[in-house]
Every structure is written in structure tokens, then in C-alpha cells.
């Protein structure tokens, strides 16, 4: 079970990079997925002006290498009901 | 001097009828037998190990294998446990705190199921990655993207590695795939994190390597160990497409051994990955930046090219148990500079090194053996 503690302590890093825009410059998707996450799904590095960072790509259109991309608000991973649920950045075209 | 005395390797595989403490004993008999030692002669005891519940493994070792109450710990560093273990027994024998420490890495994978394997490599990851669903497979998967885009090579391109490798463990009775495959077979593999495909990566394996490091004459000295650390994260480093922490432990092992990459007679790389493996001979200098790939088609690391790497299948074919890889690689290194790799056997060889890896290039150890 995800630690609400430890869910709440992320609440100060998890929105670092909210409405920070980059330019993705690797991607993978994954397909075979650990536990807690519901695949398969993109996941992109992205170089923003203060360094990298990674995140999933919540976007339709596929990430492409040199794309612009924006920090958006979403939930992170799968909970089960008792747990509670975390938000943080995930990333989409710009 | 310090010298490697024994070495024994557990077959690899889907080992359901075997527990860790199974895999522990074989290794760490078979390594005692072979130095030759009694019992009572070995005065430490270090346990390599990445993904086991059972905590306290340095006395367990000690109980299972009837020990006398020597000191024993445990040493964790991802799939670079086994490398560290080895590397801490060199300081240990070094220091004059032991005459012959034995070094067991073992691990069991199989009695996980995948996507609980998947989340416990990712501790050895940053919490960003994790949060982000980055698998092993995908960190690796983000290096090849970005090493496809600056070298201008393709998915058919790391395909040779897993051919290479499994062409050599079908020479080698303990690897987990002792089996050739086709370029076919590799190239319609199920992608697992793009690009990266099922044929790209090592598999999930059972397993336990052993050795006795010792400060006494033996047929084998270990002439360098070098470890090098670097950012955990992959978005703190410098580049995506090489590893610094093998360039620095390579550097380091080099210089220790008084020796360059010209003189090594054979490698055990860490192919966790196909493109880690071709990063890895450009990182430790066996040919030039952006050419592993090329290189490696052109058959120069095979059994009979100039330089063979991982003869024994490598992690991809011989198998990955995490913890015990970087042991099991000496162990290797040491069967063939003793003439005893049975089909395997490269003749008329010197020096030999190995290459652990753990994480996405977190820790490197490089370790450069002589036959004496």
C-alpha cells in the first residue's frame, strides 16, 4: 500500500514542473507494465531550461523526438480503493 | 597479491525446485571445494544480493554452508551487487582483515511474477522515474532511442548482439538459453519498451555464482577492481548514450593493472540490454565511440574474433540473476583463464575483465584478472 504520508510529503516536488514547457528529446513506450500502472503508455525525456526530467505522455497525438511539450496536472499510477490516489506532472504536446 | 583461489557457477534458469538458501549452498560449497580450502581457512563471508525478502543473508550464508562464526554482511548496488561484493572483498583482504573471503551472489527472480519483478528493479531508479512508470526495460529503451537518433542505426543493428550471445551460450551448459536464434526469431520478438524488443533483453533468471578472493597464491590474480558511481537518475547525466561510471572504473582498472584495452584478451560485459552491451565495448575502449554496433556485426567479439565477449551468453543468454552477475562474470573469466571452459574455451589467453553494471549506470565495477 502507497504510504498517504509519503503521497503527501511528493505534494512539495510532484508540481515542480506544472505548466513548465520543453522539448522532448527520447521517448519509449512501455508495454509491458510493472504493477500499480495500466499500460502500455509513452513516457518522455524531456529537456526543460532547468534540466531534464520524465514523465508519462498524456497527449493522443504520438510524442515525436524534438517536440514542444507542456507540464500538465494529472493522476500518477493505479490505486486500489483504500489507497490514496496522487497527482503530478505528466506532459503533452505544446 | 590478491588472487581468485575458486570459482563455481549454479546452472541458470526457471530453477523451481531451488530456494535462495538452495542456490546460496551449491555456490558457496562448489567455490570452497574448488579453492581447495577447508572450511575453517575462510574468514569472511559476503553476500551479493539486489531482491530478496530475507534479510540477514551474510550470517544465514555463514549458518547454511556450517561456517564458523566468521564476520558476514550482505552488499546491495542494484544489478551491480555481485561486482561490489567482489570489490569489497579486495579491500577487505587488502586492509588485513581477512586471508580468503568468500563471495556469493544469488538471486531469486522466478518466484515473482513480472510485474512485480518490473516495480522491484525500479528501486534501483530515482522516485521521479518510478512515479513515471519507467521500467528497467524502458530506461534502457530511452538510451537506445537516443543513441538511434545521434549513430543512425536501427533496431536490426542491436539485433547481432542477442545473436552473438546466444550463438555462445549454446556452448555452455549452465547458461539459461544455450541455444542459437535467427535474426527472424530476435526482429518478431514482442516489443517489451520501444525500441527495445524481447530478444533485446536479458530475462528474468535463477541463480547463484561463487568465489573465493584470497590473499594466498593461486592460479588467477585479480589485478584490479574499480568501481565508479554516477547520477541514479538518467535525466541527471551528462549523456544519454554512453555510461560515465564505465568509463570511469574502466579508466581506473586500466591504470590499476598497468594494462590498456589492446591487452585484454576476453570480456564479460554488462548486455543487460543490447544497447548496453554496445555501449559498454565503446565505454571500455574496444572500439570507438558510435561503432559498437558495427563492430559487433563484423564478428570482432565473437568466440574467434579478436577480442570475445561474454562467452558465456552474456546476461542475455546465460541469464541475469541481478545480485549474483557480477560474481558470476569472475567466475567465468576464471574458468576460461584456467583452461577448464569446457566448449567455450578460447586458447592461448591472458588477461580477462569484467564489466558490472547496476541500474541505468548508477555503479559500474570493472575487475581485470591475470593468469599467472
Redesign the interface.
Given at each position: 500500500m502507497k504510504s498517504p504520508v509519503a503521497i503527501w510529503r511528493?505534494q512539495k516536488t510532484?508540481y515542480r514542473n506544472l505548466g513548465a514547457v520543453g522539448r522532448v528529446?527520447?521517448?519509449?513506450?512501455?508495454?509491458?507494465?510493472?504493477?500499480?500502472?495500466i499500460?502500455p503508455?509513452w513516457?518522455v525525456?524531456v529537456q526543460l531550461k532547468q534540466?531534464?526530467?520524465?514523465?508519462?505522455w498524456a497527449d493522443e497525438a504520438e510524442p515525436k523526438?524534438g517536440m514542444k511539450t507542456i507540464g500538465i496536472l494529472r493522476r500518477?499510477?493505479d490505486v486500489e480503493p483504500s489507497e490514496v490516489i496522487?497527482y503530478?506532472v505528466k506532459w503533452k504536446k505544446w | 597479491m590478491i588472487t581468485v583461489r575458486g570459482a563455481f557457477q549454479t546452472k541458470f534458469g526457471e530453477l523451481w525446485e531451488q530456494s535462495l538458501e538452495d542456490l546460496i549452498v551449491e555456490a558457496g560449497e562448489g567455490a570452497i571445494k574448488d579453492a581447495g580450502l577447508p572450511k575453517n581457512k575462510i574468514d569472511l563471508v559476503i553476500v551479493a544480493n539486489m531482491l530478496a525478502e530475507q534479510n540477514h543473508l551474510g550470517a544465514l550464508a555463514v549458518q547454511l554452508l556450517g561456517l564458523d562464526q566468521v564476520p558476514a554482511l550482505r552488499v546491495e548496488a542494484a544489478c551491480a551487487s555481485g561486482g561490489v561484493a567482489v570489490s569489497q572483498a579486495v579491500t577487505a583482504l587488502k586492509a588485513g582483515a581477512a586471508e580468503n573471503v568468500l563471495v556469493i551472489g544469488a538471486e531469486k527472480m522466478t518466484d515473482k511474477?513480472?510485474?512485480?519483478i518490473?516495480?522491484a528493479l525500479?528501486g534501483a531508479a530515482s522516485?521521479?522515474?518510478r512515479?513515471?512508470?519507467?521500467?528497467f526495460?524502458?530506461l534502457y529503451?530511452?538510451?537506445?532511442?537516443?543513441y538511434f537518433?545521434r549513430f543512425k542505426i536501427t533496431k536490426n543493428d542491436l539485433a547481432y548482439v542477442a545473436i552473438k550471445n546466444h550463438r555462445h551460450a549454446s556452448r555452455n551448459p549452465k547458461a539459461q538459453y544455450p541455444f542459437p536464434v535467427e535474426m527472424e526469431t530476435v526482429l518478431k520478438s514482442?516489443?517489451?519498451?520501444?525500441?527495445?524488443h524481447l530478444f533485446d533483453c536479458a530475462p528474468i533468471t535463477d541463480g547463484a555464482a561463487a568465489v573465493v578472493v584470497s590473499n594466498q597464491f593461486g592460479e588467477v590474480e585479480l589485478v584490479s577492481s574499480q568501481i565508479a558511481t554516477d547520477s541514479v537518475s538518467?535525466?541527471?547525466r551528462e549523456s544519454?548514450t554512453e555510461l560515465k561510471a564505465t568509463k570511469i572504473a574502466g579508466k581506473k582498472a586500466y591504470a590499476q593493472a598497468e594494462v590498456g584495452p589492446v591487452d585484454i584478451d576476453l570480456a564479460e560485459v554488462h548486455d543487460c540490454f543490447s544497447i548496453a552491451e554496445i555501449m559498454a565495448v565503446e565505454d571500455l575502449g574496444f572500439c570507438q565511440k558510435g561503432e559498437g554496433a558495427e563492430t559487433i556485426k563484423n564478428g570482432d567479439f565473437d568466440h574467434n574474433g579478436r577480442l570475445p565477449v561474454n562467452l558465456s551468453g552474456g546476461l542475455k543468454a546465460c541469464g541475469h540473476p541481478v545480485g549474483a552477475t557480477g560474481v558470476k562474470q569472475i567466475a567465468e573469466i576464471v574458468d576460461q583463464l584456467r583452461g577448464r571452459a569446457g566448449a567455450r574455451q578460447v586458447k592461448n589467453i591472458r588477461i580477462g575483465l569484467t564489466h558490472n553494471v547496476g541500474g541505468s549506470g548508477g555503479t559500474a565495477v570493472v575487475n581485470i584478472l591475470r593468469k599467472l
Open positions: 511528493r510532484n528529446v527520447s521517448k519509449t513506450r512501455i508495454i509491458e507494465t510493472p504493477s500499480g500502472f499500460g503508455y513516457v525525456l534540466g531534464r526530467t520524465v514523465g508519462q523526438i500518477i499510477g496522487e503530478g | 511474477s513480472n510485474g512485480q518490473a516495480l525500479m522516485e521521479v522515474e512515479q513515471a512508470g519507467l521500467t526495460v524502458g529503451g530511452l538510451m537506445a532511442r537516443a537518433d514482442s516489443c517489451v519498451a520501444s525500441p527495445l538518467l535525466t541527471e544519454l
